[in-house]
């Protein structure tokens, strides 16, 4: 079945430097969602991308989907700590029928 | 967007027993997916609660086990049977919004002694 892996399980890093989490598919996915879950609290959606070489910005968040639909990257310049949460990425797989959640990847931000 | 309540937000279940986690949403929505977060790790799709007929489960949950009602289009409730402490989880409600993102409830905490 369709699997979605995601690195690093875990980042640490100092407020104001940059992160980025990768999320792979071992199919093709239709289109790709990002979570944000904050410690706590429930996923919460980022956003969506469905085509090709898609890339998209949300204010320091920068978000790819690779040419071949496989694998995906979320981006965060400058973090903060409101940035503290685990960023999951959700693929659709082609017969689009079922969403399957990568692990995760934990953000923690030193002050 | 979705507003959906989820009842209770946290439990605290002897081994043995069996609690409901209910679902209400402010909306009507064709389908609502029940899923289970196991302490630190992602989240896995239990079944989805299909309104009119029977749940749908994923393979590695069964019926027996994780009992679903859906008696209208904006509720929904989980049954955890017969608890044991593998069963302890964040049990959470979604439903599907207009470009096929999920919006969750803020999830049942339950831990089973």
């Known amino acids: 079945g369709q699997q979605v892996m995601q690195i690093p399980q875990y980042q640490h890093v100092q407020e104001g430097e940059d992160f980025t989490t990768y999320c792979n598919s071992s199919?093709?996915?239709?289109?790709i969602q990002w979570y944000k879950q904050r410690p706590g609290g429930h996923p919460v959606f980022l956003i969506q991308?469905?085509?090709?070489?898609e890339v998209k910005k949300q204010k320091r968040l920068t978000f790819q989907f690779g040419e071949a639909k496989k694998n995906s990257s979320l981006h965060i310049t400058a973090t903060q700590t409101t940035d503290v949460g685990t960023y999951f990425c959700?693929?659709?797989?082609?017969?689009?029928?079922?969403?399957?959640f990568g692990g995760g990847t934990r953000l923690m931000v030193k002050p | 967007s979705a507003v959906i309540s989820q009842k209770p937000s946290r439990d605290i279940c002897q081994r043995g027993t069996s609690l409901t986690i209910q679902c209400q949403v402010d909306?009507?929505?064709?389908?609502m997916f029940w899923y289970r977060q196991q302490p630190g790790q992602s989240l896995t799709l239990i079944a989805t609660?299909?309104?009119?007929?029977?749940?749908?489960?994923e393979s590695g949950f069964v019926i027996d086990k994780f009992p679903i009602s859906r008696p209208n289009l904006t509720f929904s409730t989980l049954t955890v049977s017969n608890m044991s402490p593998e069963d302890s989880s964040i049990y959470l409600c979604?439903?599907?919004?207009?470009?096929?993102?999920?919006?969750f409830g803020e999830g049942s905490r339950l831990t089973v002694l």
């Open positions: 979604s439903v599907v919004a207009g470009l096929g993102e999920l919006f």
């Open positions: 199919t093709t996915l239709s289109n």
């Open positions: 991308l469905v085509k090709s070489g």
């Open positions: 959700a693929g659709f797989g082609n017969a689009g029928n079922m969403l399957t």
């Open positions: 909306s009507q929505v064709t389908m």
């Open positions: 609660a299909n309104q009119g007929s029977e749940a749908t489960y």
